[in-house]
C-alpha cells in the first residue's frame, strides 16, 4: 500500500515540464541547466532529474511530478497502480501530460480512465486533492503527483516605475536562478538595479541582495517598486558602483546603455574591474559582445547565452572570478 503523503516526501526522482518562446530558448536551457543539471540532450518539454526545486522558482517551468511509479510497458504500470492506496477523505484525478508521446483527446480520456480505476481513492475531476500526472515517455510509463508552478513574477510584471527597455520580471527571475541555483546562504548584490526587477525577483525568492545605481531617478524609482511589493526600501543605495565596497556571494550586472550609444569600452572595463572586488562569480548582462573586456578584467565565462525582444538583443554571461595565479599565469 503507499500513502502518496509519505510518498511526496520519501521519492528522490522528478520530472518538470517547461515552456519557453523560442526568443528565450537559450536562456530557459541556461536556466534548467543550473537548476536542474539538465542538458542540451534534455531539451525536450520534460526533464527528469533526482534534484527537487519548487517549480515556481522558474519563469519556464510549468509542473514538477513527484514520480510514484515508473513502468516499461501501461500493463506494468496498471499492475502497481492497484497498490496506490489514498486517504479516505482524499479526491483525486489523473491527468495525461501532453509533454510525452502524442494521443489524440480521446485516447489520452482513456488513459486517465483506466489508471484512475485502478486507485482506491475518490475521483473528483473538478478540484482534487491530488492530481496524479500520467505521461509517455521514451523509457516507458511514469506515474507521479502534480505540483504546478505558480507565476508569482506575473505580478511583478506592473509595477509602479519601469523603462521600457529595462529587464522583463521574467528574464530577472532566470538570471536570479542563473547566479543563485542553489539559494540558501546566497547573497547578491546588483549594482547597477536600475527600477529594481533583479532585486524584486531575488527577494520573492527569499535571497538577500542589495542594490545600487548611479542615476537618482533609477534609485527612486526603485525604492518605490520595493515598497509597492512589500520590501525595504533601504536595500538600494545610491552611488557610483566603483566605490561600493559591499561583498556578496554573487553578482548581476546588467551593463548601462540607452537607446542610442552604448558604454565606451574603458567604462566597461573599469565597471568589470570593480565587479570582481564585490564578488567571485557574476551573471552578466550586456547589449552587445564583450567577451574580450571579460577576458582581460579577470573573469572566465562559463556559459554565454542570447534572449531578444524585438530587434533588441541581449547578450548574457555566466562568469566566475579567476584566481590571482590565474591571472599572473595568463599576464606571463
Request: charged fraction near 25%; hydrophobic fraction near 35%.
Given at each position: ?11 528522490n526522482?522528478?520530472?518538470y ?13 541556461l536556466e ?5 543539471g539538465?542538458d542540451e540532450a ?6 527528469v532529474?533526482?534534484r ?33 492506496q ?6 483525486f ?31 473528483k ?19 507521479g ?44 548584490i ?8 533583479v532585486l524584486?525577483?531575488a527577494?520573492s ?19 518605490v ?20 565596497e ?12 540607452n ?11 573599469k565597471?568589470l ?27 572566465e ?13 541581449r ?18
Amino acid at each position: 500500500m503507499m500513502n502518496t503523503s509519505k510518498m511526496n516526501t520519501t521519492t528522490n526522482t522528478f520530472l518538470y515540464t517547461f515552456a519557453c518562446h523560442e526568443s528565450e530558448q537559450a536562456l530557459c536551457l541556461l536556466e534548467l541547466k543550473r537548476l536542474l543539471g539538465m542538458d542540451e540532450a534534455g531539451a525536450s518539454h520534460f526533464y527528469v532529474t533526482n534534484r527537487c526545486i519548487d517549480p515556481s522558482r522558474s519563469p519556464f517551468l510549468k509542473m514538477r511530478l513527484d514520480i510514484l511509479l515508473m513502468s516499461s510497458t501501461l500493463d506494468e504500470l496498471l499492475e502497481q497502480t492497484g497498490s496506490i492506496q489514498l486517504k479516505e477523505e482524499q479526491s483525486f484525478k489523473v491527468l495525461y501530460l501532453k509533454e510525452g508521446k502524442s494521443y489524440t483527446y480521446e485516447e489520452q480520456r482513456k488513459l486517465e480512465r483506466t489508471v484512475g480505476i485502478r486507485i482506491q481513492g475518490t475521483a473528483k475531476m473538478k478540484n482534487p486533492d491530488i492530481t496524479l500526472g500520467l505521461i509517455h515517455i521514451d523509457s516507458g510509463w511514469v506515474l507521479g503527483v502534480c505540483h504546478e508552478a505558480g507565476h508569482v513574477w506575473l505580478e511583478h510584471k506592473n509595477k509602479p516605475n519601469n523603462y521600457s527597455t529595462g529587464l522583463s520580471s521574467r528574464v530577472a527571475r532566470a538570471l536570479v536562478n542563473i547566479a543563485a541555483p542553489e539559494p540558501s546562504g546566497v547573497s547578491i548584490i546588483d549594482p547597477c538595479c536600475g527600477m529594481g526587477n533583479v532585486l524584486i525577483e531575488a527577494l520573492s525568492m527569499g535571497i538577500p541582495i542589495h542594490g545600487n545605481d548611479i542615476n537618482p531617478l533609477a534609485v527612486q524609482g526603485a525604492r518605490v517598486n520595493l515598497r509597492h511589493y512589500g520590501y525595504d526600501d533601504t536595500l538600494v543605495t545610491l552611488g557610483d558602483m566603483t566605490n561600493l565596497e559591499v561583498k556578496a556571494d554573487r553578482a548581476i550586472l546588467d551593463l548601462p546603455y540607452n537607446v542610442c550609444s552604448v558604454l565606451p569600452v574603458e567604462e566597461q572595463l573599469k565597471l568589470l574591474t570593480h565587479l570582481g572586488k564585490l564578488a567571485d562569480e557574476a551573471v552578466i548582462v550586456s547589449t552587445e559582445p564583450i567577451g574580450e573586456q571579460l577576458e582581460q578584467t579577470g573573469w572566465e565565462v562559463r556559459d554565454h547565452v542570447t534572449t531578444s525582444k524585438g530587434s533588441f538583443v541581449r547578450e548574457i554571461w555566466h562568469c566566475k572570478r579567476r584566481s590571482d595565479r590565474a591571472m599572473n599565469e595568463l599576464g606571463d
